[in-house]
Every structure is written in C-alpha cells, then in structure tokens.
C-alpha cells in the first residue's frame, strides 16, 4: 500500500510547519507522496474576513515554494500541488477560472460555510461558541434546517464541478455531539448522504476519508462515517485516505483505523495520484500503524 496524504496545511494557512518540514516528515513515515492543499484565497471574492486561509498576496509564493519542493524532492518523494478551495454558493467555488487556471495538479471541493437565512455566515467547523451562535442567530436553533443548508452547498458543489476530491463530506456532525441537533439515524438524513453518494457515482470526483477531526478534535471516526463510506462503496464511489494534516506530524495519523473501516466496508483499494490528472488503484491492506 502506498502511504499518500493530498490533504495537508502548511504555515501558509492555518497549518504549523513549513513545506519542507512535512516532506521530511512525510519521508521519515515512508510515504510515497505528499500534497499540499492550502485554503484557498477567499476575501477578494467573498468580502469575508479569515485568519486560516491563504492571503492572496501569498498565493504565488506557495505556488513558488511547493513547485521547488517537488525539484528538490525529485526521485525521493513525490510533491503535488494543490488548493482546498472552499464553495460559497454565489460566491466562490473550485470550478471558478481563475483557479482552474492556475494550473494546479488536483483541487479538494470542501464546504466550510454555512449561509443562514438571516444572520453571520459562520462554518460548519468552528469552535462549539461560535457554532452555537450562528445556529441561534442564523437558523433560530432548528439543527435540522442547518443540516439541510449544509447538504444543499454539498450537493450544489458536486453538480458545479471543477474539483478531484469531496472534502471531509460529512464536516456537519463535528458540532452535532450525541446528535443533539439532528439525528444522523432518521430517514431524513440517511437520504441526503445516499443522494451525495449518487452525485458522486455519476462524477469522477473521488470521496476522502479524512481522519483530521480524529486527530485534533478526538471525533471517533473519519470524515465520511462508516454508515456513509457503506453507501458510497455501494454506488462504486472511489476513495483516497487523508490526514488533514495540519502539523507534520500528524501524517498517517489514525490511518490504521481508516484503512479498517474501508475494508469494513468492503473496499480493497484506494486512489493514488500518480501525475496530474492521472490516478491509478492502490490496494488497501490491514494496517498495524506506519513508521
């Protein structure tokens, strides 16, 4: 199996190392490849303010600096060049031209931004205080009405296009603990991510198992859930595992417990990028950790 990680934030955004220091690290851990997805620039277009997205005065120097990591870690290690970029409906998105024309080796599709009927647009992963106050003051604390805008930017992301990898596709649950606000179990929502997983089957986006909120918030399982991983398995939906790597050091971290899941699920590989555009099948395989 080849250990790979495209989802990663350096100090360019809201990560704590440098590039060169996540390729060591990803070298010292036998990795394959590494990728580097910075939060894309959004206050141009979006007027919003954001202290853990790439600025847009910095954007040519990441591209500058990962395109010199992949010279200098020729023949050692692979290094692709990537963006998260994040959909706003009406506002942003990564099937955008000016970020299709960058050029890049993939894009992550990610859904951050939930945009209430009244009040502060806020994220789906902010910290419990700032969540609980958008959900009052933007959706009169119905969890039910924000699971639904959250599903409809997700939904409304796929069909648009433009990007080879769903970011962590189930973020909502990550302020839904003991599913006080919606329930993960009713009908209701089993609908909306077998209607995602549809979407996906019909697309060649490819479905991340992201193992970040496992990592840094001691969430249980990956970004998508068991139950969901089930239903994209059953639609053919291909998957590549990630960290969400916001330290080097946490590469490859909970990825025995992903690998497990998928085979669970009854995947046998994962999606490897091999050059831009180009992706081919690893097997997966039980893992006992990695170095």
């Given at each position: 199996m080849k250990y790979t990680c495209l989802h990663t934030h350096t100090a360019f955004c809201d990560g704590h190392d440098s590039i060169e220091a996540f390729c060591r690290a990803a070298r010292d851990k036998g990795f394959w490849a590494i990728g580097f997805s910075a939060h894309a620039p959004l206050r141009r277009k979006t007027g919003f303010h954001s202290d853990w997205h790439l600025k847009e005065e910095r954007l040519a120097a990441y591209l500058d600096e990962v395109r010199e990591a992949r010279r200098r870690w020729e023949g050692v290690l692979k290094v692709f060049l990537g963006l998260e970029v994040d959909y706003i409906h009406g506002l942003m998105g990564p099937a955008d031209r000016d970020v299709q024309e960058l050029g890049l080796d993939y894009l992550i599709g990610s859904v951050h931004y939930l945009i209430p009927p009244k009040g502060k647009p806020f994220t789906a992963d902010d910290s419990a205080a700032a969540f609980a106050k958008g959900l009052a003051e933007g959706f009169g604390n119905d969890g039910e009405a924000l699971c639904a805008a959250y599903w409809d930017a997700v939904e409304a992301m796929i069909r648009a296009g433009g990007f080879d990898i769903l970011g962590h596709a189930d973020l909502i649950k990550k302020n839904n603990p003991q599913d006080r606000l919606f329930s993960r179990e009713r009908e209701s929502y089993q609908r909306r991510t077998e209607g995602i997983a549809g979407l996906l089957a019909g697309s060649a986006i490819i479905a991340e198992v992201n193992?970040?909120?496992?990592?840094?918030?001691?969430?249980?399982?990956?970004?998508?859930?068991?139950?969901?991983?089930?239903?994209?398995?059953?639609?053919?939906?291909?998957?590549?595992?990630?960290?969400?790597?916001?330290?080097?050091?946490?590469?490859?971290?909970?990825?025995?417990?992903?690998?497990?899941?998928?085979?669970?699920?009854?995947?046998?590989?994962?999606?490897?990028?091999?050059?831009?555009?180009?992706?081919?099948?690893?097997?997966?395989?039980?893992?006992?950790?990695?170095?």
């Open positions: 193992t970040g909120g496992m990592i840094r918030y001691s969430i249980p399982e990956p970004y998508p859930s068991p139950a969901m991983l089930g239903q994209l398995k059953a639609r053919g939906v291909p998957v590549i595992v990630t960290a969400d790597a916001h330290r080097a050091e946490h590469l490859g971290g909970h990825y025995e417990a992903a690998c497990n899941i998928l085979l669970h699920a009854g995947y046998t590989c994962q999606q490897v990028l091999v050059d831009k555009g180009c992706w081919r099948e690893d097997p997966l395989r039980p893992l006992r950790g990695i170095q």
